[in-house]
């Protein structure tokens, strides 16, 4: 796992087969091995709905239940 730090609030966690992208202490957002990517649909503060919308930079996305997320993670 590879931990980058992408700003103020925001992290990328890298593993082998996806990323997670993690606003304040919580993942949002996720690139899967198949190259599709998942958002949460749960809907947090509005910088971290700026955070998601920047890291996805306009792909489209399916909006997934925060628990999909926090599987992801392990959490």
Request: with cysteine.
């Amino acid at each position: 796992m590879k931990i980058k730090n992408l700003g103020a609030s925001k992290t990328l966690l890298s593993f082998s087969d996806h990323e997670i992208f993690i606003s304040y202490e919580t993942p949002v957002a996720a690139r899967l091995k198949n190259g599709d990517c998942i958002r949460t649909n749960k809907n947090w503060s509005r910088t971290t709905q700026k955070h998601i919308t920047q890291y996805l930079s306009g792909l489209n996305a399916k909006s997934v239940d925060q628990s999909v997320l926090d599987n992801l993670l392990g959490a």
